[in-house]
């Protein structure tokens, strides 16, 4: 969820999860000469809810979180609610962030959060499965990426084809790590 961007300023100095790899601010995890698409047919009303992090590439702001959430809600403007947790290996809050996303596009958000001086981050919807149960998120510049499930748990077939996405989509597979739920 490009829209962690935020947790940077909350949770830039935490520890590491055993054997987590800690991705650089600007390191790249996707092959930029291959096209990116966002989701075509996107329904911004379906995506709304609590979304729970399975996977994703190792960012600075990250570093340590588990258990981590994301909530969208429809904000009276046309814009989204965007509500990120990132909680400690014993399940207690490490941090939170509150922004939000313009829709600028079919599957494409642009997120951004007040207390962040980065300015608005690209937030690329690549794929969601029929019942929106599964979601695939990336940036064009390659530096962010989440698979995204409504439960904890993801079951192994929807695991795969959102790997999939990732792969078509340019990303390396191999620094994809998952997240402890």
Known sequence: MRA??????????????PNEKVGGLF?????TSVPIASKAVFDPARYLGT?????????????G????????????DGNISVFNTCRNPDGSTKSEIK?????VGPGRLKV??????????????????EGYRTAVVGAPNGRSGWILNRDPQIPRDRLNAAR??????????SKLMEVPQ
Not at 99 to 103: C, T
């Open 27 to 31: 390191e790249v995890y996707r092959d």
């Open 99 to 103: 922004g939000s996303a313009e829709i």
């Open 112 to 129: 951004s959060f007040p207390s962040v001086p980065f300015g608005a981050s690209d937030y690329w919807v690549l794929w969601v499965d």
């Open 4 to 17: 962690l961007v935020g947790l940077l300023l909350l949770a830039a100095c935490g520890t590491p999860l």
């Open 51 to 63: 979304w729970y992090e399975v996977a994703r590439y190792p960012v600075p702001f990250e570093v």
């Open 164 to 173: 999939e996405v990732l792969d078509f989509n340019g990303y390396d597979l």
């Open 65 to 76: 979180c588990v258990k981590v959430t994301a909530e969208y809600a429809m904000q009276g």
